[in-house]
Structure formats: structure tokens, C-alpha cells
């Protein structure tokens, strides 16, 4: 498997030593300590970076010098004290992750995969959030049609699709997780999605 160089940006001595621990047969770390130097990483033909949250006078995260900061780039946001407003202000300024700062190495390389991959990461509690804020905003599922989906797949999905876990689908339905899992598994086949997200998009209409 090819090393994969990917820059941290901290001020905090603890936390860049937490994360350079990876396993350095599969991930390259290298250090910044501003957003300059996700300038200077996209100059070198670099993408994956990570930025701590609590970087001394990083500016707010709709403004134009974030945005231009991460333009090109495919920035993973970290916290020490993650919350999903943070979260989807983070996300919506066109960065692809949100985790918390300390995350265990193994989550890290977990995070660090999918989005490498080309993929958003983002934790339960904000997907479920951003899920609920699609499904308030549209009209709800009235012109949703499912013709590719079996009964059962359709009835799956739309709990899904508005934030419901797998276990209160299994509850609701009087199925076990492992046959919603499956049914979602295929759904998500069938509609050419990979993730719930993308699933309540296209569900209310917003992806086609």
C-alpha cells in the first residue's frame, strides 16, 4: 500500500505528537502550524490535511479566507470539544470531515481512509442532525417513488432517510438490525448512493 503524506496543522505540541503516531508505513504526517501552510501543501500537489479547531486566530468558517485556505484541498476539521453545530458550519464551508481531536489512531486512519477516498467524514450525531435539517426543509417524501426498492426496502429508507438508527427502524418495523442493514445495503445499490446523506437527497428530491 502506497504512504499517503497528509499535513496536520496545530499550534499544540501535545496533539501533534498524538497524531504523529500513525503508522508510518501507511501515512506520511508532516507538520504545519498555520493556515499557511495548507498553501505551500497544495503548491507541493498535496490534498489530505487536518486542521485543529482551536488554531490561535483562525478566522470564522464561512468567511473568504477559510474557503480560500481549503480550496483544492480535502481538509478534515478537528476538535477537541466537537458539537454538531461546529460540525455543519464546518462541512457547509466545503471542508470533507469533522472529527474529534483526539480521536483514537485507529479511528484516525478509519477518517483519514474514507477521505482520501473521496468520501465525507462526519460522526452519527451530525449525520442524523443534517438528516433531520433535509427532511424539515423540503416537503417531505410525497413525490418520492421508489419503484426500483421492494416494499420492505421503501419502508426502510424512509425512516432512514430522516435520521432514524437502524435499531429504532428494526423496532418499528418488527425486523432485526441485521435485516435493515441489508435491506439498506441494497437500497443503496439500487439507487447508486453510498451513505445515508446522499440516501435522504435523493429521497426528498434534492439528487437526482
Known sequence: MQVAPVLFVTHDDLLWKHWAGLDA???????????????????QGRTLAVVDADLP??????????????????????SPRPHDEQGTKVLASGAVGYCHAYA??????????????????????????????????TNGMDQWRADVL?????????????????????????ITERTVKAHLSSAFEKLGVSDRLQLALKVHGISR
Open 104 to 137: 483514537p489512531l485507529a479511528s484516525l486512519v478509519q477518517i483519514l481512509e474514507v477521505v482520501e477516498s473521496g468520501e465525507i467524514w462526519m460522526g452519527r450525531s451530525l449525520v442524523t442532525r443534517l438528516l433531520r435539517l433535509v427532511d424539515s426543509r
Open 150 to 174: 421492494t416494499e420492505r426496502e421503501d419502508m426502510v429508507v424512509r425512516r432512514a432517510a430522516v435520521g432514524q438508527a437502524n435499531g429504532e427502524i428494526a423496532a418499528s418495523l418488527g
Open 57 to 78: 486566530k483562525l478566522p470564522g468558517w464561512a468567511s473568504e479566507p477559510w474557503t480560500n485556505a481549503i480550496a483544492g484541498l480535502r481538509v478534515i476539521v478537528a
Open 25 to 43: 508505513r501507511r501515512w506520511l504526517p508532516a507538520r504545519g502550524r498555520s493556515l499557511g501552510d495548507l498553501a505551500r501543501w497544495r503548491e
